[in-house]
């Protein structure tokens, strides 16, 4: 098998959905039994102790519309949630509607960004 370069792995990583990007990273987090989000959360600790009093520990990520691409929302619901198709769906079907609930505000901007780049309207709260 040929090696690949750092610069062909970058260049096929342009090219992938969100969706087919988190799929990478879950893969990758079960093949090699490492969390990617470990790394951020640690890194993160200590701001939010510092900034404890400034926001919320916890937030709520909340769906208020799919706009005009809602398979693509479904899609992405479906990738953070875990859910099945049929239940990502029902969930983007009822909108507004919560996607997650108590999550740290690093993951629900995380989250946020693939939901509006899949055509979501999201807020957190």
Known sequence: MAKLTNEEIISSLKEMT??????LVKAIEEEFGVTAA?????????????????????????LK??????????KAVQAITGLSLGDAKKLV????????????????????????AA??????K
């Open 18 to 23: 969100i969706v087919e990007l988190h799929d």
């Open 38 to 62: 470990a790394p951020v959360a640690a890194a993160a600790a200590p701001v939010e102790d510092e900034g404890a009093a400034k926001g919320p520990s916890e937030v709520t990520l909340v």
């Open 65 to 74: 519309s799919f706009g005009t691409a809602k398979v693509a929302v479904i």
């Open 93 to 116: 079907d009822n909108a507004p509607s919560n996607i997650k609930e108590k999550i740290s505000p690093v993951e629900a901007e995380e989250h946020k960004k693939a939901l509006v």
């Open 119 to 124: 055509g979501a309207e999201v807020e957190i």
